[in-house]
């Protein structure tokens, strides 16, 4: 028999019930390659439909996966607060040095976030989120094993960038995939609440690590959640088209610039009270940063047509104000979290884990009063919440001012721990909706992004300025506030002064809320209308595989 009229069979699946095959007879060999081909096809096709099946299945706990990537980020990042001593006597910190186990994850955090949201906007927030989490996951493992300072501080930067892929793009997988109303008011309370969780149980778990083992399992254990996390979000995240074109080309300038500039000024804040806000090593680092911020916004205006960070964003009322709100709000969480620890441990006496202990009433109540907030705020305007939340925030910081070393935990630190969590709810989550409330599709990554920056710039800032107001208006001697056997009458009142520099942040705060931001309605009738009816239509539909030419994909939360 001659080539020409050989006969070649192959089996190809047929994608039926039964699960049979059937067989193409091919009576020229150029057609084995288009059959081969056809094959392959099904066989992807196959393949997609399964894995958007999973996908439809495991699209709830979306908002499970992203939120407790924010509750590890912000964990870790807490739970050096316990751990700061250990770790510097571990590995042979001088005092000088020590600052930078907490500053070296900070400022490529904070630097980063704007380019880590802008190319989750053009090229996926799944992509990124998912790149973040094996980034953070696989650096937090290698900064366990340290052996000295320059090695720590190395590896807890490139945690940092990990840390800086997952939140501004955790923020846009919610606000892409829920439409706004109540839904995405639940989850983004689902997503603060696990955030503010963090920031405590972080306390907690450092001391009860340290307790029972030691520093380097805070870092893996987060390495663990985060490759657990990895592997979830693959099948809990849909799959969605980048809003990207193979045209589209980023902003390499602006990135630059922008990463550049903000690494510089989060430096400056985060380290100016320890080196001296004047001082060779930090004023230049500020002037470099600013310079690189002016060439930045010129860039965006006047040279590229695709920007890192669109100024449209900054018209936004609803952000714009936002962002300066959360400037006054994370400056006077960061300065009452820190009195607190000063007044729990130097003024009560207590351990680190008796301190961690002490925080345990604030975590448990954070989550029960984000939970509640979620059901009531989609029904009424945020405004007086926000405003709600620094009054407040003020009271609990006063409470606490008035602590000495006979005060029972039971009175004034419990019930101000307490208020503190009702004003950090009426303010931070209603903030938080506030500035992603406008923003369009292609923006929500950027302006989650911002936002962070903005927590990021307002926390080292506002406790800068609180630690100033606490050690130069009390007379410490000629040691100054760092001397030790300093009597607790002194203490006492420096934190008070301290304290009162939080409430002070928190007139201010109410103040520019009141004149800036707008009071709007909790949700327009016509767009509720029209989101129910959306919904209505979906829930109807019977389960199939997840579109990726659609822009958003309703979820139940």
């Not at 088209?241 to 989060?266: E, F, H, M, N, Q």
């Not at 903005?454 to 406790?463: E, F, H, I, N, S």
């Amino acid at each position: 028999m001659s080539s020409r009229d050989s006969v070649h069979t192959v089996e190809v699946p047929e994608m039926s019930k039964e699960k049979e095959s059937e067989i193409i007879t091919i009576d020229k060999p150029n057609e084995l390659a288009s059959a081969t081909s056809t094959i392959t096809q099904q066989e992807h096709s196959a393949t997609q439909s399964r894995m958007a099946w999973i996908q439809t299945k495991m699209a709830p706990g979306m908002i499970y996966v992203v939120s407790i990537a924010q509750f590890i980020d912000i964990m870790n990042g807490s739970a050096m607060t316990v751990a700061l001593v250990d770790i510097s006597k571990s590995l042979g910190f001088d005092s000088y040095s020590t600052q930078w186990i907490m500053s070296s994850y900070i400022v490529t955090f904070g630097g980063f976030l704007l380019l880590a949201g802008r190319v989750g906007d053009m090229y996926g927030h799944r992509n990124v989120f998912l790149i973040g989490q094996i980034w953070f996951g696989l650096w937090s493992l290698i900064v366990s094993f340290s052996t000295s300072p320059a090695m720590f501080c190395i590896t807890r930067a490139l945690q940092g960038i990990g840390a800086s892929m997952s939140v501004p793009t955790a923020l846009g997988l919610i606000t892409t995939t829920l439409p706004a109303g109540p839904k995405r008011t639940r989850a983004l309370s689902i997503f603060g609440g696990f955030g503010a969780a963090g920031a405590v149980v972080g306390l907690l778990l450092a001391g009860a690590l340290i307790s029972s083992m030691s520093w380097h399992w805070i870092f893996r254990f987060s390495s663990i959640f985060s490759f657990i996390l990895f592997a979830l979000g693959i099948v809990a995240i849909p799959t969605r088209s980048p809003i990207a074109s193979s045209k589209v080309k980023i902003d390499v300038g602006g990135a630059l610039t922008a990463t550049s500039g903000l690494i510089c000024i989060i430096y400056y804040i985060s380290t100016g009270s320890a080196m001296g806000w004047a001082s060779v090593q930090t004023l230049p680092v500020l002037a470099v940063g600013l310079l690189l911020m002016g060439l930045f916004l010129w860039i965006e205006t006047r040279l590229v047509a695709n920007p890192i960070m669109p100024l449209r964003i900054w018209r936004l009322r609803n952000f714009s104000s936002a962002f300066v709100a959360i400037l006054f709000l994370q400056g006077q969480f960061q300065g009452f979290c820190y009195f607190a620890t000063l007044i729990f441990q130097n003024v009560m006496g207590y351990t680190s884990m008796q301190t961690s202990l002490a925080f345990l009433a604030h975590s448990i109540a954070t989550i029960v009063t984000f939970t509640v907030l979620g059901k009531i705020l989609p029904k009424y305007r945020l405004k007086p919440f926000i405003l709600t939340g620094f009054v407040f925030r003020c009271a609990a910081a006063l409470m606490f001012g008035f602590v000495t070393d006979t005060t029972s935990y039971w009175t004034l630190p419990f019930l101000g721990l307490l208020v503190h969590v009702v004003g950090l709810g009426t303010s931070v989550l209603p903030a938080q909706i506030t500035a992603l409330k406008d923003a369009q599709s292609e923006d929500q990554g950027v302006v989650g992004a911002m936002y962070s920056t903005g927590m990021q710039l307002g926390a080292p800032l506002g406790l800068a300025i609180v630690t100033v107001i606490s050690e130069n208006t009390v007379d410490f001697g000629k040691d100054g506030p760092g001397a030790e056997n300093i009597p607790v009458e002194l203490l006492i009142r420096s934190y008070r002064n301290g304290l009162l520099g939080v409430v002070g942040l928190g007139v201010l705060g109410i103040i520019v809320c009141a004149f800036l931001m707008p009071n709007n309605p909790p949700n327009p009738h016509s767009q509720a209308a029209a989101a129910t009816a959306l919904e209505e239509q979906v829930e109807h539909e019977a389960p199939g595989p997840i579109r990726t030419d659609t822009p958003s994909e309703k979820l139940e939360v």
